[in-house]
């Protein structure tokens, strides 16, 4: 989540689709007026594993709005180390989902080509833990890499180390990381 968003009311559709769009596309994390939701046109985003993402986004691009922001009750990760959360991250549609279908779905929002490049790179996707489970899981591998490359360069984030880390880790074979990711649960749990 962006913590270096101060919090408060916004109204700048850029800010949103640069800072917010990881937490908005999480819908947990996202309370909206019956009103936005009614004007939504989700039929131009049923392509998208993001609609209502886009929708708001779009929403954001064509109107006036405030929207407020709040840090302190932002969603936390869970607690427990030997808890994970099946969702797209473990299957093998993990690079379909968070990089592929993402950069094209902020392509198709209503912002200037700078403002989708920024909003392109997917930091939650690319974060060093979920690549872990993603390998750990078999989600990711070398060749799934290789065949979707411009969308992984594209979603990656600018940090020098996230693709490179992203590529080492799947020259690892997927049970030595699983392994791996096994025990380093079962420590941090034991410990505890």
Do not use: H
Request: glycine letters at 2%.
């Amino acid at each position: 989540m962006n913590s270096t968003l101060q919090e408060g009311e916004l109204n700048d559709a850029s800010i949103v689709l640069t800072c917010l769009k990881d937490v908005i596309s999480c819908l947990a994390a996202t309370v909206l007026s019956s009103k936005i939701i009614k004007s939504f046109d989700f039929n131009m985003y049923s392509q998208s594993y993001y609609p209502q993402t886009c929708s708001l986004l779009d929403f954001c691009a064509k109107n006036k709005f405030k929207l407020f922001w709040c840090q302190t009750v932002s969603i936390q990760s869970l607690p427990a180390a030997s808890t994970l959360k099946r969702n797209w991250v473990a299957t093998s549609a993990a690079i379909e989902i968070g990089a592929v279908n993402w950069v094209r779905t902020v392509n198709m929002l209503p912002y200037d080509a700078n403002l989708k490049r920024i909003a392109s790179v997917n930091t939650w996707f690319f974060n060093w833990r979920f690549i872990v489970i993603m390998r750990s899981n078999g989600a990711i591998n070398l060749s799934l890499l290789i065949k979707n490359f411009y969308y992984v360069l594209t979603a990656a984030p600018t940090k020098i180390f996230t693709l490179p880390f992203l590529f080492f880790c799947c020259l690892i074979p997927q049970p030595v990381v699983r392994f791996a990711t096994n025990g380093f649960r079962f420590v941090k749990n034991y410990i505890r």
